[in-house]
């Protein structure tokens, strides 16, 4: 089968598409045909080393397909169940090999794109504004890059909780995409000399209860700055690089400020947990609360392009990976 391959860490350029032996099975594995593969940041860390995975892999953590084979003591999906997975390196193919205890059913109302592009950032989105800061009713918070795919659904979700958000952008076009999910106050980064300051005009002088940050690098000082005493970072990626070390003195400096980063693997440890998030993401895409947003569907092929189009920033909204046989599938529906 066809899969992409990284054989050393680098640029996009390490996305190389190669001919591999079919998957099998083990004790509790399922064998997925898949339908689309979400393409993600967390994906950019495993190709450029960041998180270390062994070489060679197949990268891609998130994807939806159809189960075609089951290894022993597999009870939870069956043969020709429709099913969703994250946080499983592999999907980046044809065909992935899950651990079957991961996989997560897919309601008949969700199809494969719907999926692949909402399951990892919807409850990554989840954790965020129920657990790693319980967004209540009145608040005002920071969304960094509130256009990009994971930005678009938390500001869906911090107004569907009766949030207000202030986003940031790249660019006045990626501003009205953020408006449109809800943003009430929308900052084009490059257009301002002190982000914080502008934070803190917008919110009435005042700092604010939380920011939530991917980006990292680039926005962690202006982050900080934003925020009130004893106001809370959420630090959830590093999508212009990772924070250097700081002296953590500066959070009592900025007022008993509180830094967290989590990931998502520790929030959906065991199933019941994954499952009563994947139940929740889904019904509010059933609901409109979340509209799923897929704005570039790439052939497996096109991998190294997708990435470079994501690190650019060329893009907004989610994008997906379609192997070939899955796009031959959907041609013939179409065309039938």
Same mark, same amino acid.
């Given at each position: 089968m066809r899969a992409i391959q990284v054989y050393e860490v680098g640029g996009p350029e390490v996305l190389r598409e190669a001919e591999v032996d079919q998957p099998r099975p083990g004790p509790g594995e399922a064998v997925v045909e898949v339908a689309a593969s979400g393409v993600n940041f967390l994906d950019v860390y495993h190709r450029e080393g960041r998180y270390t995975l062994p070489l060679p892999f197949t990268p891609g953590a998130e994807g939806a397909g159809t189960v075609v084979e089951v290894g022993p003591g597999v009870t939870d999906v069956a043969v020709g169940d429709r099913v969703g997975w994250v946080e499983i390196p592999g999907s980046y193919a044809e065909r992935a090999v899950v651990d079957a205890s991961r996989l997560v059913p897919l309601p008949d109302d969700i199809d494969f794109d719907t999926a692949a592009a909402v399951l990892l950032q919807g409850m990554t989105a989840h954790y965020l504004v129920k657990d790693a800061y319980p967004?209540?009713?009145?608040?005002?918070?920071? +969304?960094? =890059?509130?256009?990009?795919?994971?930005? #678009?659904?938390l500001t869906q979700l911090v107004t569907h909780l009766g949030g207000r958000v202030i986003g940031t952008t790249s660019t006045a076009a990626k501003a009205e995409l953020a408006k449109r999910a809800g943003a009430a106050e929308v900052i084009l980064s490059s257009s301002v000399d002190d982000l914080a300051a502008e934070v803190r005009r917008l919110n009435g002088g005042q700092g604010l209860p939380v920011v939530f940050d991917g980006v990292g690098a680039h926005t962690f000082d202006a982050s900080l700055a934003s925020l009130r005493a004893r106001g809370h970072l959420v630090l959830f990626g590093a999508a212009s690089g990772a924070v250097p070390p700081f002296d953590p003195i500066r959070l009592a400096h900025g007022g008993s400020l509180t830094l967290i980063r989590p990931s998502l693997g520790d929030f959906i440890a065991d199933r019941s947990?994954?499952?009563?998030?994947?139940?929740? +993401?889904? =019904?509010?895409?059933?609901?409109?609360? #979340?509209?799923?947003?897929?704005t570039g569907r790439y052939a497996l092929s096109e991998a190294a392009r997708a990435h470079s189009d994501l690190e650019a920033r060329r893009t907004t909204g989610k994008l997906l990976l379609i192997p070939e046989a899955a796009a031959a599938g959907r041609r013939e529906e179409t065309q039938g």
């Amino acid at each position: 089968m066809r899969a992409i391959q990284v054989y050393e860490v680098g640029g996009p350029e390490v996305l190389r598409e190669a001919e591999v032996d079919q998957p099998r099975p083990g004790p509790g594995e399922a064998v997925v045909e898949v339908a689309a593969s979400g393409v993600n940041f967390l994906d950019v860390y495993h190709r450029e080393g960041r998180y270390t995975l062994p070489l060679p892999f197949t990268p891609g953590a998130e994807g939806a397909g159809t189960v075609v084979e089951v290894g022993p003591g597999v009870t939870d999906v069956a043969v020709g169940d429709r099913v969703g997975w994250v946080e499983i390196p592999g999907s980046y193919a044809e065909r992935a090999v899950v651990d079957a205890s991961r996989l997560v059913p897919l309601p008949d109302d969700i199809d494969f794109d719907t999926a692949a592009a909402v399951l990892l950032q919807g409850m990554t989105a989840h954790y965020l504004v129920k657990d790693a800061y319980p967004v209540q009713g009145g608040d005002t918070v920071l +969304v960094h =890059a509130a256009a990009g795919g994971m930005g #678009l659904l938390l500001t869906q979700l911090v107004t569907h909780l009766g949030g207000r958000v202030i986003g940031t952008t790249s660019t006045a076009a990626k501003a009205e995409l953020a408006k449109r999910a809800g943003a009430a106050e929308v900052i084009l980064s490059s257009s301002v000399d002190d982000l914080a300051a502008e934070v803190r005009r917008l919110n009435g002088g005042q700092g604010l209860p939380v920011v939530f940050d991917g980006v990292g690098a680039h926005t962690f000082d202006a982050s900080l700055a934003s925020l009130r005493a004893r106001g809370h970072l959420v630090l959830f990626g590093a999508a212009s690089g990772a924070v250097p070390p700081f002296d953590p003195i500066r959070l009592a400096h900025g007022g008993s400020l509180t830094l967290i980063r989590p990931s998502l693997g520790d929030f959906i440890a065991d199933r019941s947990e994954l499952l009563r998030r994947a139940t929740d +993401v889904f =019904a509010w895409v059933r609901s409109k609360a #979340l509209e799923v947003t897929v704005t570039g569907r790439y052939a497996l092929s096109e991998a190294a392009r997708a990435h470079s189009d994501l690190e650019a920033r060329r893009t907004t909204g989610k994008l997906l990976l379609i192997p070939e046989a899955a796009a031959a599938g959907r041609r013939e529906e179409t065309q039938g």
